[in-house]
């Protein structure tokens, strides 16, 4: 039978025959080509038509049917619905040319204040480089194991998924997190007052509306986590810093500040990005504060899990008496960037309040990260990671140390720490440090300058290297290479 003359000629594109059969006959359908209520040929007539076999032009044709764009009569063949899910729209002039004739948006006063540091820190960086800031040791993380674990749940997951689940996060995981922080942190919780959230960011977000105002006060660490300074400031509160020193920030010069500050975001357990430890004085001394002054205390204990030698010191929120500190947990670092799932451990006062904001924040959170990872936990494979994890990661750092004291020690000074994934290596006299970081970024490098984490001018510069995704040999390799490329730059 040969087709009538009035049917298009059907182009296939590339790609895999079944979906290149679909958007032929999708798009001859959005055109026009093919009209409401034409009938198509048989799908052998099709399949000689388009030199494919009739198998693959069934599958496309039952696509097709499966979201409308075709429908069957029996006993009479194959049509073309009278109403299809879209239209393809012809746009008369080009969207470029369309957007550049409108008026500019208008923005936020906290975006456009924003804007420029996006564009000059993060609009070019690229978190795959190697010794990029962050990034957890990726390379160690139990694959096989998570996806068993993952697989376990599927199957088990049907009346779940059909369901919103708790806005707070699923209660086994809570439950877990709550035993393994009291344990591990010297946390003083229970799974009531554990939230699961879409990692720190999202933390510090709904912190930021549940409890402070356009105008508040805000301490923050100078130089300190660009990312929790940038939701400050979004929200238009006023950002002050504060330095650190060997035993973290100087809580001192907190007590004698001048401004009304209703919140303290600090990560105690390592400071970011210099990796000091507040001390157990100055713990005491910033909770008392908290107290007298009805204040707020953000604990990021994003680097919680990376101590190497000596024991953690008690976290603030198991010295917190007054129920003044909000814990902050995350899991990025010792899986993957990508993994978003983190915690909130919150006050008793602050739980329904919370609970309201992450309401209108995004519901919920997902179930089948959130019940695998309450497997991993329970079953032990996390602790048992963990451990790995703090082995694998002193060793790199050695790497790291050793690597600069032996290609750079011309030109940059490092210091081990006792925790964290990054090392900070502080530059020599004499260098420029916009020259070293261009030669980095011609190699491929993520290393990133300390000014960048400062909101005032720095006397000392400094260079961050994340070591904790890279192998002690391909640290050792690309210390080398920058060396030659420094040297070979100044020289010429």
């Not at 309450?374 to 790995?388: H, L, P, S, T």
Request: hydrophobic letters at 40%; one cysteine or more.
């Amino acid at each position: 039978m040969k087709p009538k003359a009035n049917f298009p000629i059907l182009q296939l594109s590339e790609g895999p025959l079944n979906d290149q059969v679909y958007e032929a006959i999708r798009g001859a359908i959005l055109d026009g080509r093919l009209k409401a209520n034409m009938k198509l040929p048989s799908s052998r007539t099709l399949a000689e038509m388009m030199l494919v076999s009739r198998n693959t032009i069934l599958s496309g044709i039952e696509r097709l049917m499966d979201e409308g764009y075709l429908m069957a009569k029996a006993g009479s063949g194959t049509y073309v619905c009278a109403f299809v899910p879209e239209k393809k729209i012809n746009c008369q002039a080009p969207i470029q040319q369309m957007i550049q004739q409108q008026n500019p948006p208008k923005f936020s006063d906290g975006l456009q204040g924003l804007m420029p540091r996006w564009q000059q820190y993060h609009s070019a960086a690229k978190q795959n480089r190697m010794f990029s800031v962050g990034v957890g040791c990726v390379d160690l993380f139990p694959q096989q194991i998570w996806g068993r674990i993952l697989g376990r749940v599927w199957r088990h997951s049907q009346a779940e998924l059909a369901k919103y689940s708790d806005v707070q996060g699923y209660l086994p995981l809570r439950e877990a997190l709550a035993q393994y922080m009291r344990s591990t942190r010297g946390l003083n919780c229970n799974a009531d007052q554990i939230m699961i959230v879409n990692g720190t960011q999202q933390a510090i977000n709904l912190t930021s509306r549940a409890l402070l105002n356009s105008g508040d006060g805000i301490l923050i660490d100078d130089p300190g986590y660009d990312g929790a300074l940038g939701v400050f400031q979004s929200y238009g509160m006023k950002t002050h810093g504060i330095a650190s020193d060997e035993d973290g920030m100087l809580i001192p010069e907190l007590i004698q500040h001048k401004e009304d500050i209703r919140l303290v975001y600090t990560a105690p357990s390592h400071q970011f990005p210099l990796g000091g430890t507040l001390s157990l004085e100055r713990r005491l001394m910033l909770l008392d504060w908290a107290k007298q002054k009805d204040a707020w205390v953000f604990e990021d204990d994003y680097n919680g899990e990376f101590r190497y030698h000596s024991r953690a010191i008690q976290a603030l929120q198991g010295l917190d008496q007054a129920g003044r500190v909000i814990y902050s947990g995350t899991f990025s670092k010792m899986f993957y960037p990508g993994f978003r799932l983190a915690f909130l451990v919150l006050p008793q006062a602050l739980i329904e309040p919370f609970k309201v904001i992450k309401h209108y924040a995004d519901s919920c959170n997902s179930y089948l990260e959130q019940a695998a990872l309450a497997a991993f936990i329970q079953e032990g494979e996390y602790a048992k990671y963990v451990r790995k994890v703090r082995k694998a990661c002193l060793e790199r750092q050695q790497a790291l140390v050793s690597a600069i004291e032996q290609y750079l020690p011309h030109i940059l000074t490092i210091q081990p720490s006792d925790s964290g994934i990054h090392a900070v290596a502080w530059l020599k006299g004499g260098w420029d440090i916009q020259q070293i970081m261009m030669i980095s970024q011609s190699l491929g490098l993520g290393i990133q300058p300390l000014y960048r984490y400062s909101m005032q001018l720095l006397q000392n510069q400094a260079l961050l290297f994340g070591y904790a995704a890279h192998k002690p040999v391909e640290i050792a390799e690309k210390i080398q290479q920058l060396a030659e490329a420094i040297k070979h730059s100044f020289v010429d």
